[in-house]
């Protein structure tokens, strides 16, 4: 089955630790998102890749990290210079392209982060 | 900056009955796209439905149809027939479109509005 996978469905975090969230794809999307959703609220883009090797911050990327040495992988860290970082955490891809078929962005399952 | 607006936060339809989700967006751009999403408790995004702004034909996928308005940028969703699988939280979501088409990559989402549908 094609798709977006995210893992660990929930993840525990120390105070000063960093923890990284997992997203992978097998669609052969080009481009791959990281938001963040909080109680009550809409979603917030943290990075986003277009391509490999290249990624761009979003709206919120203090305290965060990303990198993306693979097509079908784009790895989040939370570093402890996120002071809030409780929250759900949605990853998404794209074709990118002109069309709005390509353009359209699917979500992974999501991955709920709580500070211990 | 574009900004999304739903401005109700809540609402409630009975089954099989019709209802219609309000969205309005701020932009100086004549090219976007416009999207609604379904979350559900599982919480996973699922695309319900599309529009590229540059199409005057309202978008319709099954139960599920817009209401297009792009002089007023508004972008209603239509659910007719509701079930009870439909209740979820719906967002309204704006995606600015660069040359050629290609996006900026950015979707800015409404704060949503919880569906409730009765039996």
């Known amino acids: 089955d094609g798709g977006i996978t995210q893992s660990p469905k929930y993840l525990f975090r120390k105070e000063g630790q960093n923890v990284t969230l997992s997203c992978e794809q097998n669609?052969?999307?080009?481009?791959m998102y990281w938001y963040r959703q909080d109680p009550g609220q809409g979603l917030r883009l943290i990075y986003y890749?277009?391509?490999?090797?290249?990624?761009q911050k979003g709206d919120i990327a203090e305290g965060y990290s990303v990198s993306r040495e693979k097509k079908e992988s784009f790895p989040l860290t939370v570093t402890s210079a996120q002071k809030n970082p409780t929250a759900f955490y949605l990853c998404?891809?794209?074709?990118?392209?002109?069309?709005?078929?390509?353009?359209?962005?699917?979500f992974g399952p999501g991955t709920r982060l709580l500070v211990l | 900056a574009q900004t999304v607006t739903q401005s109700q936060p809540e609402m409630s339809v009975q089954e099989a009955e019709t209802v219609t989700l309000s969205c309005t967006y701020d932009?100086?751009?004549?090219?976007?796209?416009l999207f609604w999403y379904k979350q559900p408790p599982s919480r996973q995004m699922i695309l319900v439905i599309r529009?590229?702004?540059?199409?005057?034909q309202n978008a319709t996928e099954n139960r599920f149809s817009v209401n297009f308005q792009k002089a007023a940028k508004s972008f209603s969703l239509k659910i007719s027939d509701s079930q009870l699988g439909d209740a979820a939280m719906y967002f309204c979501?704006?995606?600015?479109?660069?040359?050629?088409?290609?996006?900026?990559?950015?979707?800015?989402f409404g704060q949503g509005t919880i569906l409730t549908v009765h039996p």
């Open positions: 529009q590229e702004a540059y199409k005057q």
């Open positions: 979501a704006y995606l600015r479109s660069g040359p050629g088409g290609t996006s900026y990559g950015k979707l800015t």
């Open positions: 998404a891809s794209s074709m990118r392209g002109r069309t709005l078929k390509q353009e359209t962005q699917y």
């Open positions: 669609l052969n999307h080009d481009a």
């Open positions: 932009t100086s751009e004549s090219d976007y796209y």
């Open positions: 890749s277009q391509i490999v090797n290249d990624f």
